[in-house]
């Protein structure tokens, strides 16, 4: 039984060595006598990777039509068991002005977090053969049975028909998704799923590169102008990378499909250069604990990935089909409210101010979700000064738009279309 699971910032991992399977690791693998960098990957039947009639219509399951590059990084993920609030956070009269970091550690350890047993491994690659030849893919590799379980598998199985569902609706797929190309299974039981490669940056690296350059900024003197113009920049790209989140949010939802593991690691980025935020196309990828949602699936209360989620949307109260998939649904735009506080905050604060974990905690259990409330504690640092004004645009509109997406009841919380045409994104910035 698969608790609810959220996923791990990318670790990017150095490599100059080009990955070679081994020769009983991949049916008929060989390496390519022309370029040691690259492997053909042969196959003499069909993988075994289960798709749909639709799904082998449009994807590629033979093995011979990739070429593996290199190891280019890994990621996992934790699994979040259990919660409880800090029992201070109960006391009448607390004065949350005196809320430190070491109080925010303390939340943290009222947590069971445990390392989940599902390592995926990424691979640069291409497509050797047929008429997406030369296209660029990152190849994302699932764990065996004998190394994970059957939890990879089950993952690897859920991400694959969820995105092929996703690319055969006849409107098209949005542009905000990541597309995936193929899928194949070797013999050692790892699922690999090929998608097109559209960036190697995630929203964490951009994250993180923005808050180093606070960091450098605050050492250097910049004119007034410039530096109105270093953050018009940014205040922009991020609009534009949250705009496009909530887009290929909204897709998945007018389509019965829920994410239910949003974060800033599952946004591929093209770019992370803030003066081409006009050319930045966010996506949404790590479909693999997605929730079908159409009615007929709501009665599956045993379904290894809707679960947690079903028995949560019990405890707020929501029993109905109708109302399960309307707590889904708020579920998802409760977690992209989280992601919208992260990126108002880490690439407006020099680094190592701030960080994800501390500012779900401070949001959650210093201040219970009110948010007006963590306006005023954050006024009185002005290290966050920056991201303050963020969230102050259009007369307040960034503070209105993340309290009603961290509503506390599901019921409040607005759609991804309402919150895509929320005045903070519409006219925040001219």
């Given amino acids: 039984m698969l608790p609810r699971l959220c996923q791990t910032a990318f670790s990017s991992i150095s490599s100059s060595e080009p990955f070679i399977p081994s020769s009983h690791s991949?049916?008929?693998?060989?390496?390519?006598?022309?370029?040691?960098?690259?492997?053909?990957?042969?196959?003499?039947?069909?993988?075994?990777?289960?798709?749909?009639?639709?799904?082998?219509?449009?994807l590629m399951t033979n093995p011979a039509y990739f070429q593996v590059g290199r190891l280019i990084g890994s990621y996992g993920f934790i699994n979040v068991t259990s919660y409880s609030g800090p029992q201070s956070q109960s006391m009448p009269g607390i004065d949350h002005s005196l809320v430190g970091a070491a109080d925010i550690g303390e939340q943290l350890r009222t947590q069971d977090v445990g390392e989940g047993s599902v390592k995926i491994r990424l691979y640069e690659g291409r497509v050797a053969q047929g008429p997406l030849r030369g296209t660029s893919v990152v190849f994302k590799v699932y764990p065996g049975k004998r190394a994970a379980g059957v939890e990879a598998d089950m993952m690897a199985a859920n991400e694959l028909n969820t995105h092929a569902f996703l690319q055969s609706v006849p409107t098209g797929i949005s542009q905000n998704l990541s597309i995936l190309v193929g899928g194949f299974e070797t013999t050692t039981g790892e699922q690999w799923l090929a998608f097109r490669n559209d960036g190697k940056f995630c929203a964490v690296d951009y994250a993180k590169i923005a808050s180093e350059k606070m960091s450098e900024d605050s050492q250097t003197f910049w004119n007034g102008l410039e530096a109105k113009e270093k953050i018009r920049h940014r205040r922009k790209f991020i609009l534009k990378l949250l705009h496009g989140t909530m887009v290929g949010l909204a897709f998945m939802h007018k389509h019965d499909r829920l994410h239910q593991s949003?974060?800033?690691?599952?946004?591929?980025?093209?770019?992370?250069?803030?003066?081409?935020?006009?050319?930045?196309?966010?996506?949404?990828?790590?479909?693999?604990?997605?929730?079908?949602?159409?009615?007929p699936e709501l009665d599956d209360v045993h379904s290894t990935f809707s679960l947690q989620l079903w028995r949560r949307a019990a405890a707020a109260g929501a029993f109905s089909h109708v109302e399960k998939r309307a707590f889904g649904i708020a579920d998802d735009i409760y977690e992209a409210g989280l992601l919208f506080a992260y990126l108002a905050f880490i690439p407006f604060c020099?680094?190592?101010?701030?960080?994800s974990l501390s500012l779900r905690r401070l949001l959650e259990n210093t201040f219970q979700l009110d948010i007006e409330a963590a306006r005023e504690y954050c006024l009185a640092d002005d290290r966050l000064i920056a991201a303050i004004r963020f969230l102050d645009l259009g007369d307040g509109a960034g503070w209105d738009l993340l309290q009603a997406m961290l509503n506390p009841d599901y019921q409040k919380r607005p759609t991804a279309e309402a919150v895509i045409n929320h005045q903070f994104f519409t006219g925040a910035i001219s």
């Fill in 350 to 355: 020099q680094a190592g101010i701030m960080d």
């Fill in 262 to 295: 949003l974060g800033p690691s599952s946004i591929t980025l093209n770019t992370v250069v803030e003066k081409e935020a006009v050319y930045l196309i966010p996506r949404l990828r790590d479909l693999a604990f997605s929730v079908n949602i159409r009615y």
């Fill in 26 to 58: 991949l049916r008929g693998g060989s390496a390519n006598k022309y370029n040691p960098y690259i492997v053909f990957l042969r196959q003499p039947h069909p993988s075994p990777l289960s798709c749909s009639s639709t799904c082998r219509a449009c």
